[in-house]
């Protein structure tokens, strides 16, 4: 065979090859998440549908972490394979390690509390789980016009600056801040009692040492034996006794996340899309609760309610 010959053909050979990995790793994109159910699924969920409905020819890779020190190195392994153009976390535990192992890769985060993490990363973006102090205290006005002295338990170390910035707007929509700052788990009794004759709700925030599992069922004794309704978390909280909470768009959240990435992939740069709040609001209310504390909620609430818990 003739020498050029051979050489158009083993050229020809190369870039044969070449063509496919080149275009698989334009439309890669990379999903990693804590946990394969709910709230997980819906966010994932919300994100692969808006990515495939604008780039049909986008690859969304889903890697689940699960705690598995293991399965996490192989998952990291496997990213750096498909070189993917976003990487998309899903829970504080994936954005922490990604954070650090992916620095020349442009990340969108989501279901995370602490906004710290992504601002101080130059390649992050993304969507925390918060709502606007505005929103809770319209939100609160609106289902309880006669309240006006709201009591907070809060650390410190955790939410100084957040219920700084609540006193402030708490004054400025006609309302009464009391807050209560512990530094001790042991310190919530004494906190609770301090407020119990001198608010008309007790406001509950993202505070770790404050409301978990394990302090739930004081708050929410405190609350009825008190007639103290309590502004809970999440329908989780409502279900177990709090008067009502704030509940996220989880499959928004996920379209939110979507969209941002849609614009890195467009030529944006990671650090020119701001981070932001979810942009749906829906809620929960429980009107055995309701009943018990002889509170009535208008029908048009009642009809909007994302959950209703009656039993």
């Known amino acids: 065979m003739p020498i050029i010959l051979n050489a158009f053909i083993i050229a020809f050979i190369i870039v044969y090859i070449n063509i496919p990995e080149i275009l698989a790793d334009e439309y890669q994109i990379a999903v990693l998440a804590s946990r394969n159910e709910s709230p997980y699924k819906e966010v994932i969920a919300g994100f692969q549908k808006t990515i495939i409905d604008q780039r049909r020819d986008t690859k969304c890779n889903v890697f689940i972490m699960e705690n598995d020190k293991t399965q996490i190195s192989q998952s990291f392994r496997d990213i750096k394979k498909i070189k993917p153009r976003v990487l998309f976390t899903v829970g504080t535990a994936p954005t922490v390690e990604a954070l650090k192992v992916f620095t020349d890769i442009p990340v969108v985060a989501t279901l995370v509390l602490d906004d710290d993490m992504i601002l101080h990363a130059r390649n992050a973006t993304g969507v925390i789980l918060s709502f606007p102090i505005e929103t809770q205290f319209h939100l609160l006005k609106n289902f309880l016009p006669e309240a006006k002295k709201i009591g907070v338990i809060y650390n410190p170390a955790e939410n100084r600056e957040k219920i700084r910035s609540a006193t402030i707007i708490a004054e400025k929509m006609g309302l009464d801040l009391h807050p209560v700052d512990v530094h001790s788990p042991k310190d919530i009794p004494k906190a609770l009692k301090t407020l119990a004759s001198g608010i008309d709700i007790l406001w509950g925030i993202n505070d770790a040492l404050v409301f978990n599992s394990l302090t739930a069922k004081q708050i929410l004794l405190f609350s009825f034996r008190n007639h103290v ?83």
Request: glycine share 6%.
């Open 229 to 311: 309704p309590f502004s809970g978390l999440s329908s989780t909280w409502v279900k177990a006794g709090a008067l009502y909470a704030l509940e996220y768009d989880f499959h928004d959240i996920g379209v939110q996340c979507g969209e941002k990435s849609l614009k890195i992939l467009q030529g944006a740069k990671v650090n020119s899309l701001p981070v932001c709040l979810p942009r749906k609001l829906l809620y929960a209310l429980n009107l055995r609760t309701a009943r018990y504390m002889k509170i009535k909620f208008r029908e048009e609430h009642i009809h909007n309610a994302y959950q209703i818990f009656d039993e």
